[in-house]
């Protein structure tokens, strides 16, 4: 919890360390996640890249269920990697989360104010 807790980290990206193509989850208390990132307003990510797609699908639910903001990130290392979005788009389909539970669906304005409650 200890990103969690510092005021420097604004979103806490693939907490799972899932890895689809070798890599198994980290045991980690999931729900203990979700209800620290509400406390603090860490935003969590859905990361869209094939072989991460970290966070699952129930767990966006859950997030979004607990009032969580969720932002999903391509993590592209170069211009191609932007198609990945629709995997995360996937993802949060799955889960049940709508635009208005998604930070970068927002104005840039409502993003930077929700950045700065973190600080």
């Not at 193509?21 to 980290?26: F, H, Q």
């Not at 979700?34 to 797609?53: C, G, H, K, M, Y």
């Not at 949060?92 to 304005?109: E, F, H, I, S, V």
Request: hydrophobic share 45%; with cysteine.
């Amino acid at each position: 919890m200890g990103a969690i807790e510092n005021h420097n980290v604004d979103v806490l990206a693939y907490p799972s360390c899932h890895l689809l193509t070798g890599r198994r989850s980290v045991a980690v208390d999931m729900e203990a996640v979700f209800w620290a990132a509400a406390r603090t307003n860490t935003i969590l990510e859905i990361n869209a890249v094939p072989s991460r797609l970290d966070l699952k699908d129930i767990h966006a639910y859950r997030a979004r269920e607990i009032g969580v903001k969720l932002v999903i990130n391509t993590d592209a290392h170069n211009a191609e990697h932007l198609s990945f979005m629709r995997f995360g788009v996937g993802v949060a389909k799955r889960g049940w989360c709508q635009a208005q539970d998604m930070l970068n669906t927002k104005p840039l304005g409502e993003i930077i104010t929700c950045l700065k409650l973190r600080g």
